[in-house]
């Protein structure tokens, strides 16, 4: 996996800056261009077991969490930046495995400097979302709403 910077910069890197975002609420975005396969930072956060996540997601709504293995997540409620990272259908980047506490975000293709960095969250429930309140979507362009119809029409 091509990382330009050493691992110790991508912590936190300064060319990864949170602004309001046209899919939702704050977004991440790069003042960098990057290319595909690019480490675009490592993700971190509290490391939880996955009882602790459910109970989390259940009690407090917690929509920040990352499933790392079938035994740890690592919840990014009180990050900086990740936790602002915005859902597409067609996102730029996504998530691979480090090590037990920390996740990377790679590039999956060319990225402009100004670009919103986004990742597909892959659960069902988001392609609706995505569908009805996304003004930017490509709805009827965007394959992931074909699967969603799909899993649709198999469920009735």
């Not at 293995?69 to 859902?87: Q, S, V």
Request: glycine letters at 4%; aromatic letters at 8%; charged letters at 30%.
């Amino acid at each position: 996996m091509p990382n330009r910077l050493p691992d110790s910069d991508l912590y936190n890197p300064d060319y990864i800056i949170v602004l309001d975002s046209p899919i939702q609420g704050k977004g991440i975005f790069t003042t960098k261009p990057c290319e595909a396969g690019d480490v675009l930072m490592i993700i971190t956060g509290e490391t939880i077991n996955a009882d602790e996540c459910l109970r989390r997601e259940e009690e407090e709504a917690n929509v920040y969490i990352f499933y790392n293995d079938d035994e740890t997540y690592i919840d990014t409620a009180m990050t900086e930046k990740i936790r602002y990272i915005n859902h597409s259908c067609e996102p730029n980047a996504e998530v691979k495995d480090r090590d037990r506490e920390s996740l990377y975000l790679v590039a999956l293709r060319t990225i402009q400097a100004g670009e919103e960095l986004t990742i597909d969250y892959d659960y069902e429930e988001i392609y609706e979302i995505c569908f009805t309140r996304n003004p930017v979507c490509k709805k009827d362009q965007c394959t992931a709403r074909q699967r969603w119809l799909d899993l649709q029409s198999l469920s009735e």
